[in-house]
T-cell receptor
Framework: EPEVTQTPSHQVTQMGQEVILRCVPI?????FYWYRQILGQKVEFLVS????????KSEIFDDQFSVERPDGSNFTLKIRSTKLEDSAMYFC????????????FGPGTRLTVL | QQQVKQSPQSLIVQKGGIPIINCAYE??????FPWYQQFPGKGPALLIA?????SEKKEGRFTISFNKSAKQFSLHIMDSQPGDSATYFC???????????FGDGTTLTVKP
């Protein structure tokens, strides 16, 4: 069964450093998402992406964040200058169409900012 | 208006019990209500979902009850098993809008 994959599984970085989290969505999917889950808290929407542009973003997704689909398979989330409060699990998700309600989540990347 | 409130925060039942997790939403425009199951170290996985045109949906041991007028929906797990021990999230979304709004999550423990 096709699945969303994410790398790395765990990223440790120093405050102020840039990080890039990588996702490979399911191959025939068109809509891509990033969510964040701070330890012990709810899953929060960050951004949705379609046709090489951002469809919607939340208040969390400020100028420090950016997303990119650099090629036909990868979908990346960049945090330009990490803060302690960016420490969280970051989940990538994809869906085949906008009207397909099912979003398929990857296993997540645990980001630890020291 | 985008909030989804979930309760209880944690729940412990014996094997064979029927845990019930409740969610309430505010935005009446929401038209898709999924439940996700999350095991430690894994991403959320869709368990079951319902649309507001039906009051109940059952898939195996999992049932969603939906009360549109009260803006509430709940997950029932019949004959619960230790393998059901996980965190459960309700969510709500708008068709054609993509993003899901999640509840706070419920940590379920099913004791053998």
């Amino acid at each position: 069964e096709p699945e969303v994959t994410q790398t790395p599984s765990h990223q440790v970085t120093q405050m102020g450093q840039e990080v890039i989290l990588r996702c490979v969505p399911i191959s025939n999917h068109l809509y891509f998402y990033w969510y964040r889950q701070i330890l012990g808290q709810k899953v929060e929407f960050l951004v949705s992406f379609y046709n090489n542009e951002i469809s919607e973003k939340s208040e969390i997704f400020d100028d420090q964040f950016s997303v990119e689909r650099p090629d036909g398979s990868n979908f990346t989330l960049k945090i330009r200058s990490t803060k302690l409060e960016d420490s969280a699990m970051y989940f990538c998700a994809s869906s085949p169409t906008l009207t397909s309600d099912t979003q398929y989540f990857g296993p997540g990347t645990r980001l630890t900012v020291l | 208006q985008q909030q989804v409130k979930q309760s209880p925060q944690s729940l412990i039942v014996q094997k064979g019990g029927i845990p019930i997790i409740n969610c309430a939403y505010e935005n009446t425009a929401f038209d898709y209500f999924p439940w996700y199951q999350q095991f430690p170290g894994k991403g959320p996985a869709l368990l079951i979902a319902i649309r507001p045109d039906v009051s109940e949906k059952k898939e195996g041991r999992f049932t969603i009850s939906f009360n549109k007028s009260a803006k509430q929906f709940s997950l029932h797990i019949m004959d619960s098993q230790p393998g059901d021990s996980a965190t459960y999230f309700c969510a709500a979304s708008l068709t054609n809008a993509g993003k899901s709004t999640f509840g706070d999550g419920t940590t379920l423990t099913v004791k053998p």
